[in-house]
């Protein structure tokens, strides 16, 4: 809870999802449990990764006084929390809807597995991407009932983002992450980061949009949503990959872009 971007991050794409599926403000008994579900899944996803990457993080200057690599939780008991929080969050969604809850159910091993990309390939965004659209199709399944057309292409827009704000993210621990033997687009891209990320979030522009269109959002959408499109191309514009705090700085920053996105799709549907 002390640093809650991955939860903002899990969360606003959900919403989109929410919102783009209504037919005016998104009700309250949709977003309550799925902001509630958000923290759960996230920090579900914490767990399994601090129990993955335990003792890579105890190498790791940012990462070793994680509760696991310090001694302060135990294996079996972050064992038992991971277990608790994945179920909770699955109570706590079945609210709003049985059919999105057993969505997110079906994204756990996707969880499970993502601390072990990094292991495996060049690409671990692109899993984290995966992951993270599961709760704009949840969100939109909440509402709408059955997976539809603007529902994929947000996904896919989604999708995009999180490769483009998580490869900046990863260029903070790019050190480390040689030394310990770990792979990161971070690493992949090095010095060409920044029109990589740029074709990201051009992609994830395109896609928002496009879900726009196709759900046949008020103009009011397109207009509200430029304000979006200038944080993004400010992230790749001023960002330093050489400066992990600025890279902490662009990546948080990605909270305000999902609130702009989230507020254009909500005009798109009142108007």
């Not at 996904?155 to 990161?184: E, M, R």
């Not at 879900?211 to 959408?221: C, D, I, K, N």
Request: with cysteine; proline share 6%.
């Amino acid at each position: 809870m002390h640093a809650p971007i991955g939860s903002w991050l899990y969360l606003l794409p959900g919403l989109w999802g929410i919102a783009l599926a209504s037919s005016g403000p998104p009700d309250w008994r949709h977003v309550l449990p799925f902001a509630v579900g958000a923290v759960l899944v996230r920090g579900f996803g914490c767990t399994v990764n601090d129990l993955a990457d335990r003792e890579v993080d105890a190498r790791v200057a940012r990462t070793v006084a994680r509760p696991i690599p310090a001694g302060t939780v135990t294996v079996a008991g972050a064992l038992v929390f991971a277990v608790v929080q994945a179920v909770a969050a699955l109570l706590v969604l079945a609210v709003a809807s049985v059919p999105a809850a057993v969505l997110v159910a079906a994204s756990y091993p996707l969880v499970v597995a993502y601390p072990f990309m990094k292991r495996i390939t060049y690409w671990p965004q692109a899993w984290l991407g995966m992951v993270f659209g599961c709760y704009i199709l949840a969100g939109w399944l909440a509402v709408a009932g059955r997976i539809e057309t603007p529902a994929l292409l947000l996904y896919v827009a989604g999708f995009f983002w999180t490769l483009g704000y998580d490869t900046i993210y990863a260029h903070q621990d790019k050190a480390d992450d040689v030394q310990v033997g770990v792979k990161s687009l971070a690493l992949r891209l090095g010095g060409a980061t920044r029109p990589w990320v740029a074709g990201f979030y051009g992609a994830t522009v395109v896609g928002i949009v496009a879900a726009g269109a196709v759900a046949g959002l008020h103009w009011t959408f397109y207009a509200l949503f430029l304000p979006g499109v200038a944080q993004l191309f400010w992230q790749v514009a001023a960002v330093d990959i050489d400066d992990p705090a600025d890279c902490r700085e662009k990546f948080v920053s990605n909270r305000f872009f999902g609130w702009l996105a989230l507020v254009a799709i909500v005009a798109g549907r009142v108007f």
